[in-house]
Every structure is written in C-alpha cells, then in structure tokens.
C-alpha cells in the first residue's frame, strides 16, 4: 500500500537473480512467502477484506511459494539428496498455510461479529419505528 513497495519488489528481484544455489533459492522464496503472509495480515487489519492489494498479495504468495518447490526439484534433479530441504520446505509452507489460513479465519470472525452488530442495530432501529408508529395510532 506504500508508495514506496516497489523498492521492497525491485530488492527481492535482485536477492533471486543474485542467488544461485537452488536450496538457497528455495529458503529465499520461503521467506518472502512469509513477507507476503505478514502484508496480508497487515491488509485485513488495517482495511479489511475489501482491500485490492490483497488479491495481488495472494497471487505474489503462490508464486513464493511455487518457486521454493521449483527449486527443490532442481536441487532433486542435480541428484543432491533433498530429503532433508523438502522436509523444511514442506514444513514451512504447511506452516505458512496454517498461519495465513488463521488471518483469514479471524477475519472472518470480525465479519460476523460485525454482522451480528448490525443485525442488532437494524433490530433496534425497527423497534423504535414501530414504537413511534403505536403511539402516533
């Protein structure tokens, strides 16, 4: 939502392109996947989920998260054993996944209770019409 985000894209370009170890690369996209879990997080608090940028958010997050298991299979195809690297990266995602999952479900919880609110008022508001209407009968 900064004006300036272009410069945090722009850095984390230049991190991919200068890291050439895949398992590095691997790591590396995990943790912008986390970045991108803490913007949305951010987005939802602040604005809620009608915010654009989330949308954009999500999309950047399954590329983090698709590049980090392309670098795996490289890493594979390099004949490297990757048992361990897959573990970590099959953790962090499914921690990643779990943690976004959780913004998404207290959002939702906002919204019902929002909901709820309203509901409450609209009943209040009917109330006090008919209340009105009796006494002019």
Same mark, same amino acid.
């Given at each position: 939502?900064?004006?300036?985000?272009?410069?945090?894209?722009?850095?984390?370009?230049?991190?991919?392109?200068?890291?050439?170890?895949?398992? @590095? #690369?691997? $790591? *590396?996209?995990?943790?912008? +996947?986390?970045?991108?879990?803490?913007? /949305? &997080?951010?987005?939802?608090?602040? !604005?809620?989920?009608?915010?654009?940028?989330?949308?954009? @958010? #999500?999309? $950047? *997050?399954?590329?983090?998260? +698709?590049?980090?298991?392309?670098?795996? /299979? &490289?890493?594979?195809?390099?004949? !490297?054993?990757?048992?361990?690297?897959?573990?970590?990266?099959?953790?962090?995602?499914?921690?990643?996944?779990? +943690?976004?999952?959780?913004?998404?479900?207290?959002?939702?919880?906002?919204?019902?209770?929002?909901?709820?609110?309203?509901?409450?008022?609209?009943?209040?508001?009917?109330?006090?019409?008919?209340?009105?209407?009796?006494?002019?009968?």
């Amino acid at each position: 939502d900064s004006p300036f985000y272009f410069l945090n894209r722009v850095g984390e370009a230049l991190q991919e392109f200068f890291t050439f170890n895949p398992e @590095a #690369k691997a $790591r *590396l996209e995990l943790q912008f +996947a986390a970045e991108r879990i803490s913007e /949305i &997080k951010a987005m939802l608090v602040e !604005k809620g989920v009608a915010t654009p940028g989330i949308e954009a @958010a #999500k999309v $950047r *997050l399954t590329e983090n998260l +698709a590049r980090a298991s392309g670098a795996v /299979i &490289k890493v594979k195809s390099s004949g !490297k054993d990757i048992v361990e690297l897959a573990k970590e990266v099959s953790e962090k995602i499914s921690f990643q996944k779990s +943690a976004l999952k959780g913004v998404f479900e207290d959002e939702d919880d906002n919204l019902s209770e929002q909901e709820k609110d309203l509901k409450e008022q609209i009943l209040f508001s009917h109330f006090q019409f008919f209340k009105k209407w009796l006494r002019v009968k």
